[in-house]
């Protein structure tokens, strides 16, 4: 199973951003999808979690600033942050959890990509 993530850039403290992330391969069913972020020097952290059944999660940091979305039929999770700060800066990962079409369990991850926060 491959994510394909796009969506990050340059913007500015107080800006937003969306981020998109696509899953595609032998997806039977994706248990979850979510967004991490590593920043320089610091470990790999959860942003955002959407489960089967519609269940979020969000990290207490990003709470009423960032909002996930998942389309289950596209196999897709979006990641709106508003009012972006400096602190957000990071490479933001997305991953997905799930089954095969020969039912073996994934746990597949994106290429990452740079959301930098900057005046």
């Known amino acids: 199973v491959q994510l394909q993530a796009s969506g990050g850039g340059l913007v500015q403290p107080g800006g937003y951003l969306r981020l998109s992330c696509a899953a595609s391969?032998?997806?039977?069913?994706?248990?979850?999808m979510g967004w991490y972020r590593q920043a320089p020097g610091k470990e790999r952290e959860l942003v955002a979690l959407?489960?089967?059944?519609?269940?979020?999660n969000y990290t207490d940091l990003v709470k009423d600033r960032f909002t996930i979305s998942r389309d289950n039929a596209r196999n897709t999770v979006d990641l709106q942050m508003n009012n972006l700060k400096p602190e957000d800066m990071a490479v933001y990962y997305c991953?997905?959890?799930?089954?095969?079409?020969?039912?073996?369990?994934?746990?597949?991850w994106g290429q990452g990509t740079l959301v930098t926060v900057s005046s």
């Open positions: 959407s489960t089967v059944g519609g269940y979020t």
């Open positions: 991953n997905a959890r799930g089954l095969t079409m020969i039912r073996e369990p994934f746990d597949s």
């Open positions: 391969g032998s997806i039977f069913r994706i248990w979850s």
